[in-house]
């Protein structure tokens, strides 16, 4: 029985005690699982708490590992880098030690940081960037190339001068025109240095550059100068000349054409061309036309009662002008600018003039002994017309008009005497003084026999050049040719006559 008892009880309970033995070893190993899952969630979350606000596990910079690192901290690395960085400029015989800074590079250290940390510093993200490997970030740079420009213009040393341009010069004195050669100069092209910069400058990192310097040839050749002198000489040979209305030939001198160019550079200032002042060739032709255009001159005829022609005070001149001087004027510009001839000519117009019927002056009434005034009673009270003076060398008298009336006179006077005779035509009044000292001293100097000196002449009136009216104190008689071409008259006659009149009184003078 014993043995029947502990055979049974060895193998009746086998079956249910091991069923409980597998339940307990699985919550035992469940709760261990647990605990490592406690213990590691408890480990990560401390370990993603490090990197809040800091670069993550595998971050670099410029090849450093800044992993936990502040974006202050890293800012002043990527600063001190960018500092530290020297380029090495070699430039003709130059060798330079430069900065980046002054390369026109700026490094943005607060940017750099920033890229940085900026990640996913999440539970899931450090545990990511954990196992994902190296991030590297680069430095934010940027290249000023205006800047790199303006340091490689420095680099050409003071005595390599820029390229002088070949010019052409007039010698004033020798009437010549003459090529100033050009020069060579130094010079380089700023881009190498600006493509070495942009592309080195970013790695914060040392590094050289060789910039060239060339000669640079000048834009302006000294064969070309050579070339323009040999043209303006071209140019002067030429005959150039204006027929004038009279068929005179007016010619433009070469000296004259000298001073009437110029050698400039044109519009791009790569070549030289040949300027010409308009202005002063304008003035030139204008001058020219003035002095061919003839000025109307009506001519003046005395009447009697009856309307018959007693006397032909003046003849009438026929007026003519110029019509074409702008066209000249154009035509001589474009002569100077190339190397043709000019044969212009001015064209004209004719322009009529009149005959002025005026009344004959009556015959001067006989004044009282001791008056020197004229017969208020023969002068009109209202004439009407153009004040004009009428000077007959034949009769040796002045007559003021108005119109066709006889406002004064005729008067007697003194013309000028053989030798000095005084000049005929019509005239205008130009220039006037109540006192002036006369002398010949322009033509004959003090002691010679024709030179003369008269203080306080009074009341003068200049009709042409050196021929006027004037009162003549040393006088006591008229109506002869004695003067030196001037009109003299009796003081109280020439006081009359300069009140009446004014500039631009018309005078004509005949016989």
Known sequence: MTNVTETAALGGPSRPAGRQGRRRVTLILVAIIATIAVVLTGGALAYAKQFDGRALPGTTVLGQDVAGKTPEEIA???????????VAVTAGEQQLEVPLADLGVTVDAAATAQAAVSRDDSFTGVISSTWSGEHAVDPVVTVDGAKVEEFANTLVP???????????????????????????????????????????????????VEQPIEEIAPAITTEEAESVVGTIATLLEQPMSITGADDTVHE?????????????????????????????VREWVVARADKDAVKPENGIEQVDEEGKVVKVVSEKKDGLEITNTDAVVGELVTALKGTTPLEAAFETRKIESEVEKVDAPKPEKEEEEGDGTEDEAA???????????????????????VGDTAVWGPRSMVDGKEGNETVTGTFEIYLRYDRQDMTNAAYYPEGHEKYYLTPD???????????GFHGAPWRSSFGYSGSHGCINMPVSDAKWLYDWASIGTKTVVHY
Do not use: C
Not at 379 to 401: F, R
Not at 459 to 467: A, D, S, T
């Open 76 to 86: 002043a690395l990527v600063t001190e880098r960018g500092e530290s960085v020297s």
């Open 158 to 208: 003071a005595d390599m001068t820029t390229p002088v341009d070949a010019q052409v010069s007039f010698d004033e004195e020798e009437q010549t025109w003459n090529a100033v050669p050009g020069r060579n100069g130094q010079g380089l092209d700023p881009q190498t240095l600006v493509d070495a910069v942009t592309q080195k400058a970013p790695a914060l990192e040392d590094f050289t």
């Open 252 to 280: 433009v001198s070469a000296e004259r054409r000298n001073g009437w160019i110029s050698v400039v550079p044109d519009e791009s200032g790569q070549a030289l061309t040949i300027a010409v002042d308009e202005e002063a």
């Open 379 to 401: 002068t009109p009270s209202n004439p009407t017309g153009e004040k004009w003076i009428d000077v007959d060398l034949s009769n040796k008298t002045v007559t003021a008009y």
């Open 457 to 467: 002449v009074p009341w003068v009136q200049y009709f042409h050049r050196g021929y």
